[in-house]
């Protein structure tokens, strides 16, 4: 048999992103995905500049740009009052491209169209993986969902991307701490509401904010993040919920939650990996996406980071159309995630904390902070616009590695 064989755990954005690269260098690709079929978990996502250039790799980039809503936008305080203007014009002049809005269906149903018809496999979930070293491959037991059976694979790659409670990372990393908690919930919802929402802008109030994202359909994506004991839930129902804590807010955030049903509104506690794994691979295993580094959402990195950690894996590991012999000094596996966690972590680890600085920021609680917050945005927003972009340059200035 000839070609290498990647067996990949999970078939979130950043799973299928790995398949997709990976069956692009010629791997012979499996996905395993527990869940009997794709439901994308949430309701939107940004794609940034540097997340663009890595879909441009793997094909779907233009089709990305295809449902961009171009138009203006920026950051408001809770009386609607805009603190910081922004503009698709301004945002491409600086990073060479635009940042997309759109569902997490539409990217999803994107790269599983770029992906190889018979590699995703549902039903599938992970049980336990055996990293293999130099010479031997990876072992992957497979348990079977619905049919209660199991098996083993052999692989020359795995790659995990199952997520902050990664189970392979727990396996491999059995000290790591694993993810804590934030202290805020987030609520994300799809809505149409009537009159549609002009503008996109992001909403900053005192230890709460909103994501007002209007999508090229007419529709909204919508986000809105407030402290909550871990594992909250709303007694009358999460939407009642984002009416109390939400509907003295400007408009269209009242607006916007009134249009959506409560069976819309999807609700999740804001964990990260606080605590940095001490690299991104084991044997001939790499961790990839959330399972890696998982963040929070406060630069909108978390999905794009996996798409470029999909990207710089494939280039890592080379073609997969000749086979491994693994002989001494023939195997090249272990050494290619070598470098791959040499690359990524420091950059991922870098985006994490920012956005964990981030945060601080964006869900400021004392009134006289916040008062400052607002006044030095929107001063340094009419003084010199260009401050505040910079601070992107690093993070939306990534470039996929040259052939």
Same mark, same amino acid.
């Given at each position: 048999m000839?070609?290498?064989?990647?067996?990949?755990?999970?078939?979130?954005?950043?799973?299928?992103?790995?398949?997709?690269?990976?069956a692009?260098?010629?791997?012979?690709?499996?996905?395993?995905?527990?869940?009997? %079929?794709?439901?994308? @978990?949430? $309701?939107?996502? &940004?794609?940034?500049?540097?997340?663009? *250039? =890595? #879909?441009?790799v793997?094909?779907?980039?233009?089709?990305?740009?295809?449902r961009?809503?171009?138009?203006?936008?920026?950051?408001?305080?809770a009386?609607?009052?805009?603190?910081?203007?922004?503009?698709?014009d301004?945002?491409?002049?600086?990073?060479?491209?635009?940042?997309?809005?759109?569902?997490r269906s539409?990217?999803?149903?994107?790269?599983?169209?770029?992906?190889?018809?018979?590699?995703?496999?549902?039903?599938?979930?992970?049980?336990?993986?055996?990293?293999?070293?130099?010479?031997?491959?990876?072992?992957?037991?497979?348990?079977?969902?619905?049919?209660?059976?199991?098996?083993?694979? %052999?692989?020359?790659? @795995?790659? $995990?991307?199952d &997520?902050i409670?990664?189970?392979?990372? *727990? =396996? #491999?990393?059995?000290?790591?701490?694993?993810?804590?908690?934030?202290?805020?919930?987030?609520?994300?919802?799809?809505?149409?509401?009537?009159?549609?929402?002009?503008?996109?802008?992001?909403?900053?109030?005192r230890?709460?904010?909103?994501?007002?994202?209007?999508?090229?359909?007419?529709?909204?994506?919508?986000?809105?993040?407030?402290?909550?004991?871990?594992?909250?839930?709303?007694?009358?129902?999460?939407?009642?919920?984002?009416?109390?804590?939400?509907?003295?807010?400007?408009?269209?955030?009242?607006?916007?939650?009134?249009?959506?049903?409560?069976?819309?509104?999807?609700?999740?506690d804001?964990?990260?990996?606080?605590?940095?794994?001490?690299?991104?691979?084991?044997?001939?295993?790499?961790?990839?996406?959330?399972?890696?580094?998982?963040?929070?959402?406060?630069?909108?990195?978390?999905?794009?980071?996996?798409?470029?950690?999909?990207?710089?894996?494939?280039?890592?590991?080379?073609?997969g159309?000749?086979?491994?012999?693994?002989?001494?000094?023939?195997?090249?596996?272990?050494?290619?995630?070598?470098a791959y966690?040499?690359?990524?972590?420091?950059?991922?680890?870098a985006?994490?904390?920012?956005?964990?600085?981030?945060?601080?920021?964006?869900?400021?609680?004392?009134?006289?902070?916040?008062?400052?917050?607002?006044?030095?945005?929107a001063?340094a927003?009419?003084?010199?616009?260009?401050?505040?972009?910079?601070?992107?340059?690093?993070t939306?200035?990534?470039?996929?590695?040259?052939?």
């Open positions: 000839g070609g290498r064989t990647a067996v990949i755990a999970g078939a979130g954005i950043g799973g299928l992103a790995a398949g997709c690269a990976l692009r260098r010629g791997w012979r690709v499996r996905v395993l995905e527990r869940a009997g %079929e794709i439901r994308p @978990v949430g $309701a939107g996502l &940004g794609v940034a500049p540097n997340a663009l *250039r =890595a #879909l441009d793997l094909g779907v980039g233009d089709a990305v740009r295809g961009a809503l171009r138009g203006g936008g920026g950051i408001r305080a009386s609607g009052r805009w603190l910081m203007r922004t503009d698709q301004g945002v491409r002049r600086r990073f060479g491209d635009e940042l997309v809005v759109l569902r539409d990217l999803v149903g994107l790269l599983l169209g770029a992906l190889p018809e018979s590699a995703l496999r549902t039903g599938a979930r992970v049980v336990s993986v055996a990293p293999g070293r130099a010479g031997r491959p990876a072992c992957v037991e497979v348990h079977e969902v619905d049919r209660g059976g199991s098996e083993t694979l %052999e692989a020359d790659l @795995v790659v $995990a991307a &997520g409670d990664s189970a392979v990372r *727990r =396996a #491999l990393f059995p000290r790591h701490p694993g993810p804590v908690y934030s202290g805020a919930t987030c609520w994300r919802l799809l809505a149409r509401p009537e009159p549609p929402v002009g503008e996109a802008a992001e909403i900053w109030g230890g709460r904010c909103a994501g007002i994202m209007p999508l090229r359909d007419g529709s909204v994506y919508a986000y809105l993040v407030a402290p909550a004991p871990e594992g909250a839930r709303a007694e009358g129902g999460e939407a009642r919920a984002l009416r109390e804590a939400f509907g003295d807010w400007c408009d269209p955030v009242p607006r916007v939650i009134g249009s959506a049903p409560e069976d819309a509104v999807i609700r999740g804001l964990r990260w990996l606080a605590t940095r794994l001490p690299e991104y691979h084991r044997g001939r295993v790499a961790l990839l996406g959330d399972a890696a580094h998982a963040m929070l959402p406060y630069l909108g990195q978390g999905a794009c980071q996996a798409i470029e950690d999909a990207v710089e894996l494939a280039h890592a590991v080379g073609r159309d000749t086979p491994e012999r693994r002989t001494s000094g023939s195997d090249t596996v272990p050494d290619a995630l070598a966690s040499s690359s990524r972590a420091p950059r991922a680890n985006v994490a904390a920012a956005s964990a600085r981030a945060e601080k920021v964006t869900r400021m609680r004392s009134r006289a902070g916040t008062a400052v917050r607002d006044a030095a945005l001063t927003s009419r003084m010199t616009p260009a401050v505040f972009m910079r601070q992107f340059d690093r939306f200035g990534w470039e996929p590695p040259a052939e």
